[in-house]
């Protein structure tokens, strides 16, 4: 065991050099985000005051709002239509690799262009742009993700309940809702949290799509706009929220997802 | 035999039932009548269509052709919720989100009984398949002979006025299997619903069936009891399905004596011409030197309650079965000749 131990440490080593490189800046920009003095080259002590003036930070709290009522839609549309996608391709008898290339697209089209896409298209029909043209932008990338998620869950489905139900006297909507509903529903909110956490950091399409003005601005775009005059702690705190935000999102729908594959 | 009294009147009827997949006929124009409170087996091997028929007698196959009667009425085209039958499915098929109660419930449910009623049926139907204990847990704390027997008492619940068992027992193990045939059959009579079960076990049929029908590429061979399924198979399939057969290959001549190199039999048939005479490892009895055909024992197997003599003869390619009883006073050992004696009134003759 010790001799494995030794051989393996080089391993190790560059196992924590990985994660340093991955998680030391995120650690350093949670520490100063709590810095007294809010200078990145001196620890002053610990201390709330950036988060307290981020609360009192008009801009950041519309933006913040915003985000909010973005990624709030943007899931719940998704969500539905996600799973409603899944259940459609993953119940078609004849399965076509072409439908499903055409679901799966946004999620490998790069970012920057499906955001030009949309916001040419926006603009053809002569759509105002706003919060809402995000909230459809962002349930068209959500939309593949969900459903991604739905479908591997599908995979493990056993329809036999689906008869079994059907048998035992209920309607196709009563089963829908009794049987396969629920035993989705793990899968279909893990779907969604992970909706909500690429729709609330999601910068580039929002940038394209949002339109001038206060009245669309997101988070991710707040922040762009607040670190071209240089990092303030402000940010750092900003930064943490999102982030704590987003892991913990993150984490819930991964949790969710090992419970049902058990 | 069983002690209830079997009416005749029929409670479903199959009529001309069919069914294609494409050039595929999956079931093939099968006609059929179920008895009133009797135990129906539905036999054959993997892809005789058994599965297809049950399925079109649950609602989840469309018929190509024919009707389904149930006591009279045609529900050819009645949606599965709207058929008095239940099905209970092979995988189980439980809901894995509720617990043993609400599953059982969950038929009661949909038929909108009021709450009491339910609770009181789930309670005795618990109490009949000896589930009480476990109507907290989930499907997934459950072993596979008690997810069976959910699966059981959930479409029993709903006292169906046929219950259809897609191969109830298959995933159960041998000695499981075997208790719980019997205890399937306790509960049939228990209970008075008609059952017809799907299977591929022969043995399985043999030993639970009042009735049964044999399928083979989606034609119905034969249906009879166990009994005239055994002893008088109406052809050389059923004969080989049902049981262990000999056959012997042959000519009956036109004095209607079977005819094999070294063996004649008077069976008094109308064929004439080749033919196969089947006959059963039982119904061959060896007997003293020079009374019938001589052959030599090849193999033997022994079975606890008797044993088979694997007896190469004249006539035959393959050694022909013997049971002689374990006990037998003239032992056997592989490498004697012995003689054996048919007797032609437990054989079958089929025309080749």
New interface residues.
Partial sequence: MRMANSSRLPGRLVLLAVFGFLYLPIAVLVALSFNEAGLPTSWSGFSFKWYAALAGNGEILGAAWNTLVVAVFATLISTALGTLLALGMETRRRKSTGLEALAFAPMVIPDIVLAVALLTFFSLLNVTLGLHTIIISHVIFDLAFVSSVVRARLKHFDYSIVEASRDLGASGWTTFWRVTFPVLLPAIIAGGLLAFTLSVDEFIIAFFTAGAGRSSITLPIQIYSMIRFGITPEINALATIVMGVSALALLISQWLNKEQMQ | MTDAPHSHEPILTIDGLHKSFGPVNAVDHVSLEIRKNEFFALLGPSGCGKTTLLRML???ETPTGGRILLEGNDISTL???KRPL??M?Q?Y?????MTVAKNLA??LE??RLPKAEIARRVEEIMAVTDLGQFAGRKPDQLSGGQKQRVALA??LV?RPKVLLLDEPLGALDKKLRERMQLELKRLQHEVGITFIIVTHDQEEALVMADRMAILKDGKLLQCGSPEDVYETPADRFVANFIGVMNFIEGVVGSDGIFNADGLKLATGTEIRGAATLAVRPENIMVTAAGAGGAGKIVDMAYHGLDRVLHVKIAASETPLQVRVPANAAVPHTVGDTIHIAIDPDRTRLFKN
């Fill in positions: 649950a609602g989840f949606p599965p919720e239940n099905l499915f995988s098929a439980l809901f894995p989100h969950y038929g949909m038929d959930r479409a709903k």
